[in-house]
């Protein structure tokens, strides 16, 4: 593996795997412009403009990447070089929608685009090919969802990347200073600690930690203050880490210590619950129960979990009406939270990979509420 992307072998396996599986769907091809599923396919960061670049799969034939002309330095990062895949570029003046369809074999066909294509590019495209292509997600959706060798090493190192944000959050956490205050320096610690960029920081302290989608704001820490920090990044060649612990300034409320207590349980619950056969809504279903058993259904707002790898949220979600059976290599979240309005608010999250008889948690840093010296600057 290089730095930005995977060994050649990675993709070629996973392009004969799409093309295998479009054929299975009775498709002549895919057509992938810029976005995930294109950098899953030949590692390309490529990005979508007004010109038109596009993997053109067919199910029976070899790969053809179509591509401006100016946009052809682009593809050195790439594995396409190695891949030999077939380079069709164009200028201005010439019909690349007209490209694509010759290298499905010219004749109307039916063909699936990925989901990131804009309309701009889709409804020339459905005019040149004869009918308005499918999405490519279900065909997709297994080949990036059951995650291979290096993708699972790949997660690992994100996850023991955050691990180590983490283990510096409490030094970042003193009465007096403001959640932006704090997000900037784990901001900086996220890159120092291997991540390429930093894909979000929640600082959520006090009344904000009931707001499960907080940022951070101006809003300085206190004394008491519960505070949750979720963060994550992608670590190169681009999967991404994503985990949330909650902390106290100073030692809690007997109350706020046995709700969270509590929350911990349903956590633990949940990734206890994780194992090949048992759906995505089963795993959801464990963490609730143990909130439910004790008042707590109605302070859990959002699902248990959500897909991650090159995006931060991707399938499967682990949510109740999913009914969808995990399998070995699927990588995940496990965050149940628990949210009191205008109160607090905390939430405990792992990224955990479905092995052959249960589940790996990648995130490794304790669990329980982390008590921090609020600090000579506190005010009540």
Known sequence: MTGSRFDTDVYTRRLRAAAAAAGDAGLAGLVISPGYDLRYLVGSRAQTFERLTALVLPADGDPTIVVPRLELAALRESVIPELGVTVRDWVDGDNPYQL??????????????????PALHLLPLAGVLGEVPVLATDVLR?????????????????GAAIDRVHARVPEFLVAGRTEADVAADISEAIVAEGHSEVAFIIVGSGPHGADPHHESSDRELRAGDIVVVDIGGPYEPGYNSDSTRTYSLGEPDPEVARRYAVLQRAQQAAVEAVRPGVTAEQVDAAARGVLAAEGLAEAFVHRTGHGIGLSVHEEPYIVAGNDLPLEAGMAFSVEPGIYFPG????????????????????????????????????TA
């Not at 369809?101 to 990925?114: N, W």
């Open 100 to 117: 694509v369809a010759e290298s499905l074999g010219g004749a109307p066909a039916r063909t699936a685009v990925t989901d990131s294509m």
């Open 142 to 158: 297994r080949l990036r969802m059951v995650k291979d060798a290096a993708e699972i090493d790949a997660l690992r190192k994100a």
């Open 343 to 378: 109160q607090w608010g905390a939430r405990i999250e792992d990224i955990v990979i479905v092995t052959e008889d249960g589940a790996e948690s990648v995130n490794n840093r304790p669990r329980d509420l982390v008590v921090v010296t609020a600090g000579p600057d506190a």
